[in-house]
C-alpha cells in the first residue's frame, strides 16, 4: 500500500463549460488550440498557446475522434496542474504549464507507440520503461537530459497518480512510493554546465553607475520633464498649435542643466531628455533586478507609486525603510512587497530582500515579517 495519502483534489467536471477553463483566455474548452490566460506580465502581449492537434506516431492527429477520451482526460489533468492540487497553493504558472503539456505530450506518444490506450492501463512494468525511455533522451548540451527536466517528467507521473479522485482516467498506482519528484531524481548527478551570467568585472562596475545615475540624475530628469509638460499645456491649453508647444517646451529645456556621471548636459531638445529618461528606466532595472532578485516580469509589472514606507503608520519624518509593493507572478499575481534600504545607513550596506505582506487578493495572502539583509 502506497506510503501517500490519497489528496483531495477539486475536479475540473462541470455542467457549464465556461467554469473549468477559466484559467484560459479567448477560446473554449473544446478547442483546438488553448490560449492560456496570462500569468506574467511577460505574456500579455505573447501568451502561451497549447495546441492540442500534435501528430502521434500512428499518424493520427491527437485531436482525432478516435483519441477523444484521452484527450479529455489529459485536458483534465493539465486543468488541474494549473489549479494547484499537488501541494501548490496558487497553482503554477503558464510556463509551467507548458512544460508539463510538452511531458505530457512525449508521455502519449511514447503510449502510442507501446499500444496504451489510456492512463488507467499504465502499470508498474510500463511506468518503469517509460522513466528508462526519459532518462536516455538527449539533452541540449549533455549525453542526457538534466535533472530538473527530468523532475519535470516525474512530476507530471506523480500528478497522474494523484489525480485519480477527480479524473477517471488516472495511474492508479504510485509510480515514486514514498517520495516526490525532487527525492525521485536525488539520484541523477549528472547536469549540464551552469547557464551564462553576467562576471563581476561586468557587474559590478554595471551596478554601481546604475546607483551613481540615480542619486546624481533622478531628481532633475524627472524635474526637467514635469517642466516640459507645464509648458507644453500652457501653449495648447492658450490656443497655440503643436509647434509652437514644442518650441515652447524647448525653450524650457534649454535653461535646464542635468549632472551626471560624465558631466553636465544641457537639454537641447525633448530628444535629448527622453533618452535620459530611457537610460533612468534601465538605471532602475539593473539595480532592482541586481539587488533585489525579482522576476523580469515582476519588474515590468511594478506601478506608479510602489514605494511606500515600511510603516505606513510611523509619523517620523525619515522612516525606517521603505518598501516596493508589486505582484509575485508565480502562479495567481499574490501581492508582496521588499525592503529597499533604509536612509539612516549607507546605502552599501543595506540589500533588500523579498517578503510577503499581508494582502489579500483573490488568492489571499499570508503574514509575513519583513525584514533587512546586511552586507558585510
Known sequence: MSSLPTRRVRAVHSD???????????????????VLAPTSALHEDRPIVVRWGFL??????????????????TKQHL?????????????????????????????????????????????????????????????YAARTISRETLRHYYHVLISLYRHRGAVQDSIQI?????????AATAHRTHDPKAAAY?????A?????????????????ILAARERALCAYNQVRACGGDRVHARRAMNAALSKISIDTPHGSTTLDSYRRLSTLIDLLYGACFVVISYLVGPRVSEILH????CVQPSDPESVDVVPLGTMIVGAIYKGSPTMAALISGSPRLPPSTRLPSWRLC????????WQGSLATATCR
Open 16 to 34: 457549464t463549460p465556461r467554469d473549468r477553463d477559466w484559467f484560459l483566455r479567448d477560446c473554449r474548452w473544446g478547442d483546438e488550440d488553448w
Open 56 to 73: 502521434t506516431p500512428n499518424g493520427r492527429r491527437f485531436t482525432h475522434p478516435r483519441c477523444a477520451a484521452l484527450l479529455e482526460s
Open 79 to 139: 486543468a488541474l496542474l494549473r489549479v494547484g492540487t499537488n501541494g501548490s497553493a496558487r497553482g503554477c504558472s503558464g510556463t509551467s504549464l507548458r512544460i508539463y503539456f510538452q511531458c505530457l505530450r512525449a508521455l502519449i506518444r511514447w503510449m502510442s507507440e507501446e499500444g496504451i490506450a489510456r492512463f488507467v492501463d499504465l502499470d508498474e512494468a510500463s511506468i518503469i520503461a517509460f522513466k528508462q525511455a526519459i532518462g536516455r533522451r538527449r539533452g
Open 174 to 182: 504510485d509510480p515514486f512510493p514514498g517520495l516526490n519528484a525532487l
Open 198 to 202: 553576467t562576471p563581476d568585472a561586468i
Open 204 to 220: 559590478i562596475p554595471l551596478i554601481q553607475g546604475a546607483i551613481e545615475f540615480l542619486s546624481d540624475s533622478a531628481l532633475k
Open 302 to 305: 511594478l506601478q506608479a507609486g
Open 358 to 365: 499581508p494582502h489579500h487578493t483573490r488568492t489571499g495572502g
